[in-house]
């Protein structure tokens, strides 16, 4: 896909973008907190070939090609904010059949922009998102600020992000970290998710428990399903990539 840099709401913001299907949905993704377009790999391209669907994905500002954050101080309702510029996103390419793919903080975004922007999402995959902070997400983010200072983690995400990397480090890190964001929570938003939700997460994930899935699930008023795999830590679609595109086809085909 080419890939160009569009302007939302004074944001500029890297995007790849097909839509040779015609009348087929867009299947949206969403990174994580320290990812970009180019480390999905193949896996959007997998995804649209075997459902034949158009696929859109995007760098949030600060991240992969995107232009550079102004700070890195963020406020405790930042993913709500990243899901108000989803929908200016999908408004200015006039999308309106999503289906969101979310993996992390992406899966999260995907939840809140589902629930918000009913009118423009078709349906969500939500892998590893979260709806509220646990212990296990805090140490999970210790771990990697450890990993940032003691190995060349930096070096590996300066591949992708180039010298946005120390600022989008601490605006994760730091965020997540501090006493005001120990009591955020996006449960109250469920109840307006309406459209079909697949969950996925892995049994082992080291950054939430499967708390996150089965209160999901149970709290959406459309349809609902979760698919648990055994041995798997927080980033299924690369751990396992062919179950999860398996599982990801069976539910767009069905929900498209």
């Known amino acids: 896909m080419e890939g160009r840099i569009i302007d939302v709401k004074d944001q500029k913001l890297y995007i790849e973008y097909n839509n040779s299907f015609e009348d087929k949905p867009t299947i949206v993704f969403l990174h994580d907190s320290l990812g970009s377009v180019q480390l999905w790999r193949d896996?959007?391209?997998k995804l649209s070939a075997a459902t034949e669907c158009n696929v859109l994905a995007y760098d949030r500002l600060g991240y992969g090609k995107s232009y550079p954050m102004s700070t890195h101080v963020r406020p405790v309702n930042y993913m709500e904010l990243e899901a108000d510029l989803l929908n200016d996103l999908l408004a200015e390419l006039n999308i309106t059949d999503a289906v969101l793919f979310g993996h992390s903080d992406g899966g999260t975004i995907a939840l809140i922009t589902a629930?918000?922007?009913?009118?423009?999402v078709k349906a969500v995959i939500c892998e590893a998102g979260h709806v509220f902070v646990e212990d296990v997400t805090l140490k999970g983010v210790y771990d990697a600020w450890e990993a940032y200072k003691t190995t060349n983690l930096p070096e590996r995400l300066q591949k992708y992000h180039g010298d946005k990397v120390e600022m989008l480090f601490k605006a994760w890190t730091e965020t997540w970290t501090r006493d005001d964001y120990r009591t955020w929570n996006i449960e109250?938003?469920?109840?307006?998710?309406?459209?079909?939700?697949?969950?996925?997460?892995?049994?082992?994930?080291?950054?939430?428990?499967?708390?996150?899935?089965?209160?999901?699930?149970?709290?959406?008023?459309?349809?609902?399903?979760?698919?648990i795999i055994p041995e798997v830590g927080h980033t299924p679609h690369k751990e396992v990539p062919e179950l999860v595109l398996e599982r990801s086809v069976e539910f767009i085909v069905k929900n498209s």
């Open 188 to 227: 109250y938003l469920l109840k307006d998710i309406i459209c079909p939700l697949l969950f996925i997460q892995g049994e082992k994930d080291e950054y939430g428990t499967l708390d996150q899935l089965e209160k999901t699930v149970s709290q959406v008023s459309g349809s609902s399903e979760k698919y």
């Open 115 to 120: 629930a918000k922007y009913p009118e423009r």
């Open 43 to 45: 896996f959007p391209a």
